[in-house]
C-alpha cells in the first residue's frame, strides 16, 4: 500500500511517478513544499517555525498523556532556563515512548506541511 | 500610439506576472531579489498557516498556550543523542537522517505520524509507478 500518491501530481508528477515512504522519510521538506530556489534565509525562517510546530505538537501530545500531578510537574522543569538533566530524568521517569512521539509528530507535520503546499498551489 | 499602447500592456501584464507566486520548479533567477523574496515569505506563510489547520490544533486555552510555548521552547535546547531536539528534528525535515541512529529509530513512527496526517493516501491508487 501507498501512503503518497497524493504526491504523484505534485513533486514528482513529471517524472510519472509515486513517493514511497522511505524517500518521503529521506526527502528535504524544503523541496516537497517548493522552496528549492528561495533565498536561504527564507528556507531557515521555514525550517525553524516547521520545527517550532513539531515541539508544540510533541507538547500537545505529552500534555493528553500525562495525569494532572505529573503534568504540573512537566510544566515546572520545561521552562526558560531549564537544566537539561533535569528535562532528561523526567522525560526517562516519565515518557518512556518519548522517541516515538517524537517521530510520529515530525512525521505528522512534514506530511501536514506538504498537504498544505500542494493545496495552495493551484491558488499560487 | 499604437506601440505605447501596447508597451503598456506589456508592462501592465509582466506586473501581474510578477506578482503571482512562483510555481514549484519555476525558475525565479530574472526576478527582482526583494520581490522574489516576499513570494517566497508569502508562500511560507500560507503554507504554515494551512498545515496548522490541517494538523487541527488550536493549542487550548490562551494561558496554556504561554506554558506550552516556553515548555516547547525548553525541549529544543533539550540535548537528545549527539545534539539538541530542535537541531535533530531539523535535520530531519532536511532528510538528513543517514548516519543519525536516533533518527533512523524513528522511522516506524513517523510512517504512523504521516498516516495519521493524511489518512487517506493509500486509498485510490492513482497515478503510475514509474517503470524499471
Not at chain 1, 513533486?11 to 528561495?38: H, P, Q
Not at chain 1, 527564507?42 to 494532572?68: G, M
Not at chain 1, 515530525?106 to 495552495?120: C, F, P, S, Y
Amino acid at each position: 500500500m501507498n501512503y503518497f500518491s497524493f504526491l504523484n501530481f505534485f513533486f514528482f508528477r513529471r517524472r510519472e511517478t509515486i513517493m514511497e515512504f522511505e524517500e518521503f522519510f529521506k526527502a528535504n521538506v524544503i523541496d516537497l513544499v517548493g522552496l528549492s530556489d528561495a533565498p536561504e534565509d527564507v528556507k531557515q525562517s521555514f525550517l525553524q517555525s516547521a520545527s517550532q510546530t513539531v515541539l508544540e505538537a510533541i507538547i500537545d501530545h505529552i500534555d493528553s498523556e500525562l495525569d494532572e500531578s505529573k503534568k504540573e510537574e512537566f510544566y515546572r522543569i520545561f521552562r526558560t532556563g531549564a537544566q537539561d538533566e533535569d528535562m532528561q530524568a523526567f522525560i526517562k521517569a516519565n515518557i518512556p515512548n518519548f522517541e516515538e512521539i517524537v517521530g510520529e509528530e515530525t512525521g505528522r507535520v512534514k506530511a501536514a506541511l506538504v498537504k498544505a503546499a500542494q493545496e495552495l498551489k493551484p491558488a499560487a | 500610439m499604437t506601440e505605447e499602447i501596447r508597451t503598456k500592456k506589456e508592462s501592465e501584464e509582466k506586473k501581474a506576472e510578477d506578482k503571482k507566486s512562483p510555481e514549484i520548479g519555476e525558475k525565479t533567477e530574472d526576478r527582482n531579489p526583494d520581490d522574489k523574496r516576499s513570494w517566497f515569505m508569502e508562500h511560507v506563510e500560507a503554507t504554515a498557516s494551512r498545515a496548522q489547520e490541517i494538523l487541527g490544533s488550536d493549542g487550548g486555552a490562551p494561558e496554556g498556550q504561554e506554558k506550552k510555548k516556553e515548555a516547547s521552547q525548553a525541549m529544543s535546547t533539550m540535548g537528545f543523542g549527539t545534539a539538541t531536539l530542535g537541531g535533530l528534528i531539523a535535520l530531519a525535515f532536511a532528510g538528513m537522517v543517514l548516519g543519525v541512529q536516533k533518527l533512523n529509530a524513528w522511522s516506524k513512527s513517523f510512517e504512523t505520524g504521516v498516516k495519521l496526517a493524511y489518512p487517506g493516501g493509500g486509498k485510490g491508487g492513482g497515478g503510475k509507478k514509474e517503470k524499471g
